[in-house]
């Protein structure tokens, strides 16, 4: 990870949404939020962001402030749902991953793989997953993740490891169905 320009001082909440909320739309969605909850769910963030007064320069990133925030804030909403649907639309899976390719085979491809990883995603303890996105997706070190979500980075380790473990088993068990689209890969290159 690179140095951002927010390690050098203390980051107010307007300037935290115009650079990282696309970061925390897609992390709210890799966490499993509905795409009718994320702009509620993005404004409880910075909101919450804004509260605490912006983010202040410490072993956290911005990133792992605002995922700490955004886990918070989908955690709550969970636990205020009776029932929690899946109803995920591919333009929300496509903001994750990046622009839309100009085949449509190579669509239905990249639109397959995200399906994928997010059913892979969805395999794995929300704590959990947290981690995982935040360290194999996003680049985030052990040590910003443990701060940002004020962890122990032991505790980091161990929950890397076992949503790592459970990936792997979601991966071997969709493969083993002659699934003929890998997640991310092969499953050696997964361990």
């Known amino acids: 990870m690179h140095p951002s320009p927010e390690a050098s001082g203390p980051v107010d909440s307007e300037t935290l949404f115009k650079r990282h909320a ?60 009776s029932r929690w649907r899946r109803n995920q639309r591919e333009d929300v899976a496509l903001a994750t991953v990046g622009t839309r390719p100009q085949d449509p085979s190579g669509a239905f491809a990249e639109k397959l793989a995200t399906m994928k990883l997010q059913r892979a995603l ?17 680049g985030e070190s052990c040590e910003s993740i443990a701060a940002g979500l004020g962890l122990r980075v032991g505790t980091v380790h161990s929950r890397l490891h076992a949503a790592r473990k459970a990936f792997r088993a979601h991966v071997a068990r969709t493969q083993d169905k002659d699934d003929p689209l890998p997640v991310l890969g092969s499953k050696e290159e997964i361990r």
């Not at 402030?65 to 969970?78: D, G, Q, S, T």
């Not at 969805?122 to 996003?138: K, S």
Request: net charge positive; aromatic share 10%; proline share 5%.
């Open 22 to 81: 696309a970061f925390v739309a897609s992390f709210l969605y890799r966490l499993g939020a509905r795409e009718s909850e994320i702009d509620d769910l993005v404004q409880d963030v910075f909101l919450s962001a804004h509260r605490k007064g912006g983010y202040a320069p410490g072993p956290a990133s911005p990133t792992t402030f605002l995922a700490r925030l955004a886990l918070e804030a989908r955690l709550a909403k969970r636990r205020n749902e």
């Open 122 to 138: 969805e395999a794995i303890e929300p704590g959990r997953r947290a981690v995982f996105v935040l360290f194999e997706l996003v």
